[in-house]
């Protein structure tokens, strides 16, 4: 209003004095524009500017003050406000989770490191360090082959450190850790590197090891147990007749019979030390290619107590093996035979004893089923037990022995129920 009425005034007197009001009025007013649009507009856009460069800097902390819905600018501020309280409690609960993965790789038993593609050491915990001795205060950024680990680089998931040479021989000193290795692909600033976590597999083995003798010391136990203790009765009893005024009137018959059992019990043991002996020395496999069908066949005509029926499978040359797989067969087509033949198994009228052998391929495994009718498992617990048996004249190495043998041609024995309900499958897996 001030700029018109000077307008106003300047048409009616030209005057210089009133040029100057009009020019000094007109500039009044550009100011206070100015100072309402800078008010207004530019001081909240260098706000929003401070504070969208704090949370490049990773700074949570600044807000815009003042800001009201229904503007332009208003509503902004709130949104970069909402932005940053979010970002600022990302951040913490990442802190929060750093903190726990730290605290976590610290108190882990289990060496942890992790590689760049160069070979470049990123991280590393506690056990780590003192697994390969790495004294350096600050080794992250040395490379594998500074630290002496570059042929970890190189194991595979789910190997094995230190690897074995080309002649399959393990070189580290005595007494060191062999370490079971779990590697995964993780990216850091979007670049990848790879996370190395190693598991003593020595303290597996020694736990395996010591269950494995407590058996073994628990069956042997029981045998010789079970030969040494008539021995010794019957012996003391006899030197105990013998001794009597009446020696001469001991009758020969009872010591006859006193030394039949003498002597069986000490054939029994000798039987049970050779089955010891033989599955101890089980010799590395002779691979060479052999026809399934033919081992089958071979191994069925030794079974003449009862005539195994043969189901063929697909025509399969397996590379192993043939006396050792000849072997496990006849073992498991023994057991089979005895099941069906079992005390159990004839009692039971509508049974007639019944063997059957078939084999399948699938996904380049061969699979052999030995099925009988008998009884069925008794005890799953004890089946791969060594010298374990529920036979009169069993030596509990028939499953030992083939699985043994199985395992030194990279494959395994299983025994299930048969899907009939009654009987029991032996199951030998090969790889083809």
């Known amino acids: 209003m001030l700029a018109f009425a000077g307008l106003w005034t300047y048409t009616l007197d030209p005057s210089p004095v009133m040029v100057g009001v009009v020019v000094l009025t007109l500039g009044t007013v550009w100011g206070l524009a100015i100072s309402v649009f800078f008010n207004q507009l530019v001081r909240p856009l260098q706000t929003l500017a401070n504070?969208?460069?704090?949370?490049?800097?990773?700074?949570?902390?600044?807000?815009?003050?003042?800001?009201?819905?229904?503007?332009?600018?208003?509503?902004?501020?709130?949104?970069?406000?909402?932005?940053?309280?979010?970002?600022?409690?990302?951040?913490?609960?990442?802190?929060?989770?750093?903190?726990?993965?730290?605290?976590?790789?610290?108190?882990?038993?289990?060496p942890v490191l992790a590689f760049d593609e160069a070979g470049t050491l990123k991280l590393?915990?506690?056990?780590?360090?003192?697994?390969?001795?790495?004294?350096?205060?600050?080794?992250?950024?040395?490379?594998?082959?500074?630290?002496?680990?570059?042929?970890?680089?190189?194991?595979?998931?789910?190997g094995l450190y230190p690897p074995a040479d080309p002649s399959g021989n393990i070189n580290f000193v005595q007494g060191a850790v062999r370490w079971?290795?779990?590697?995964?692909?993780?990216?850091?600033?979007?670049?990848?590197?790879?996370?190395?976590?190693?598991?003593?597999?020595?303290?597996?083995?020694?736990?395996?090891?010591?269950?494995?003798?407590?058996?073994?010391?628990?069956?042997?136990?029981?045998?010789?147990?079970?030969?040494?203790?008539?021995?010794?009765?019957?012996?003391?009893?006899?030197?105990?007749r013998m001794m009597r005024s009446d020696a001469a009137a001991v009758d020969p018959a009872d010591l006859l019979r006193g030394l039949g059992v003498i002597e069986d019990r000490s054939a029994s043991l000798n039987r049970f030390l050779q089955a010891y002996q033989r599955l101890t020395r089980l010799p590395a496999p002779t691979l060479q290619?052999?026809?399934?069908?033919?081992?089958?066949?071979?191994?069925?005509?030794?079974?003449?107590?009862?005539?195994?029926?043969?189901?063929?499978?697909?025509?399969?040359?397996?590379?192993?093996?043939?006396?050792q797989i000849q072997q496990a067969l006849i073992n498991l087509l023994q057991n089979a035979a005895d099941a069906a033949l079992s005390q159990d198994?004839?009692?039971?009228?509508?049974?007639?004893?019944?063997?059957?052998?078939?084999?399948?391929?699938?996904?380049?495994?061969?699979?052999?089923?030995?099925e009988d009718n008998g009884p069925g498992i008794t005890n799953p617990?004890?089946?791969?037990?060594?010298?374990?048996?529920?036979?009169?004249?069993?030596?509990?190495?028939?499953?030992?022995?083939?699985?043994?043998?199985?395992t030194a041609h990279h494959?395994?024995?299983?025994?299930?129920?048969a899907r009939s309900g009654t009987g029991c499958v032996a199951q030998l897996n090969l790889p083809l």
């Open 289 to 323: 290619r052999a026809d399934l069908a033919q081992l089958i066949v071979q191994v069925v005509h030794l079974e003449t107590r009862l005539k195994p029926h043969v189901e063929p499978g697909p025509a399969v040359h397996l590379l192993c093996d043939p006396d």
């Open 180 to 240: 079971s290795v779990r590697r995964a692909v993780f990216r850091l600033h979007g670049l990848p590197n790879t996370l190395f976590v190693l598991s003593d597999v020595g303290a597996v083995l020694r736990e395996e090891e010591r269950t494995a003798w407590q058996r073994l010391i628990r069956v042997l136990s029981h045998e010789i147990n079970n030969s040494l203790t008539p021995i010794q009765s019957i012996a003391g009893s006899l030197r105990h």
């Open 381 to 406: 617990g004890n089946l791969f037990v060594p010298f374990y048996t529920t036979k009169a004249k069993g030596t509990g190495i028939g499953l030992v022995l083939a699985q043994q043998i199985a």
């Open 345 to 370: 198994s004839a009692a039971r009228p509508d049974a007639s004893p019944a063997v059957q052998i078939t084999w399948t391929v699938h996904q380049e495994q061969l699979s052999i089923f030995i």
């Open 411 to 417: 494959g395994s024995v299983t025994l299930h129920s």
């Open 51 to 110: 504070v969208v460069s704090a949370l490049r800097e990773d700074d949570y902390s600044f807000r815009a003050r003042g800001a009201l819905r229904n503007d332009a600018l208003g509503d902004l501020a709130l949104e970069i406000n909402a932005l940053a309280a979010t970002l600022q409690q990302q951040r913490s609960a990442a802190l929060d989770a750093l903190t726990l993965v730290e605290r976590v790789l610290s108190s882990m038993q289990s």
């Open 124 to 158: 590393l915990n506690a056990a780590a360090r003192s697994a390969f001795a790495i004294t350096e205060r600050n080794p992250i950024g040395r490379t594998a082959l500074e630290l002496n680990l570059e042929s970890l680089l190189d194991i595979p998931d789910q």
